[in-house]
């Protein structure tokens, strides 16, 4: 059982199945709502499609690993998730704590994500996951409430996927993973990251940076804006007609250290 700093999340693994659900959306007795590993999830797309191709790997981060340059072994295609040919990530010696960064190429829905770490209690134990925020660090995320969390299991054989609560993570051009624990081990061990949902073609190109957010009263302040088109194939009328659709700005304050702790992230 876990509990989110949000709201309660009562999860259960489902035995010969691949998900954690939450107890609500399965039932006991025929493991309704489950995704049943007796299939190709692929082919089934009981969880969505690997969204690999849209991880932008060359702009990936990660904070506290003794070997960060092995960030993107672990962001492989969903079927070669078991591969044990390339060194996996560590976190620094008696410190399990990772927090990673996770651009897309364009916006994506994500449905499940798997986390495949190391034997010996080097496992990750929690995940938290935040949407769209540039630029955290170990002091914003002890501040900011995720957007999902989760207890995990020691998923040594790539066997388990973490539903997230579907409606909150539509749109994300970013994805960022916070590991605070292990399963005792001195150090974090991760060998795979694994996303599935629904890529989109929604690409968000920063189009100019302002020093000085409009909220922050005038504190300096990096403030990038993103300019979103909407694809009308994501505007359909049942009758299956496009509705077209003006483009609109978002705005994102990065984080910044040097500015106070309550004037970060005004703009989201």
């Given at each position: ?7 309660i999340?009562?999860?259960?693994y ?18 309704e ?12 797309n ?27 072994n ?26 990673l ?32 925020r ?8 002890a501040?900011l ?71 922050a009263?005038?504190?300096p ?16 009328t ?18 910044n ?12």
């Amino acid at each position: 059982r876990t509990q989110s700093r949000t709201d309660i999340f009562t999860t259960r693994y489902c035995s010969g199945t691949g998900f954690v659900v939450p107890i609500s959306s399965c039932s006991s007795d025929t493991m309704e709502g489950c995704c049943s590993h007796d299939h190709d999830c692929e082919d089934e797309n009981c969880g969505g499609t690997s969204l690999h191709g849209y991880i932008d790997t060359t702009k990936v981060t990660v904070l506290n690993a003794s070997n960060p340059d092995c960030l993107k072994n672990i962001f492989r295609p969903w079927d070669q998730r078991l591969a044990r040919d390339v060194e996996p990530l560590h976190s620094d010696e008696d410190d399990p704590e990772l927090l990673l960064s996770i651009p897309f190429t364009s916006d994506v829905k994500i449905r499940t994500i798997m986390i495949i770490g190391g034997p010996d209690g080097s496992s990750p134990s929690r995940m938290s996951v935040f949407t769209n925020r540039e630029g955290l660090d170990f002091e914003s995320v002890a501040d900011l409430p995720p957007v999902q969390e989760w207890g995990l299991f020691e998923n040594l054989n790539g066997e388990i996927e973490y539903p997230t609560r579907f409606t909150k993570f539509q749109g994300v051009a970013n994805l960022t993973i916070h590991l605070p624990t292990s399963f005792g081990g001195s150090r974090s061990t991760i060998w795979f990251i694994g996303l599935r949902g629904e890529g989109t073609k929604n690409v968000r190109q920063p189009v100019t940076t302002v020093v000085g957010c409009p909220t922050a009263g005038g504190m300096p302040y990096a403030l990038k804006v993103y300019e979103t088109m909407p694809q009308p194939q994501d505007h359909k009328t049942p009758a299956g007609e496009n509705i077209p659709q003006p483009p609109h700005l978002g705005y994102r304050c990065s984080a910044n250290t040097s500015v106070p702790q309550h004037l970060r992230t005004v703009i989201q």
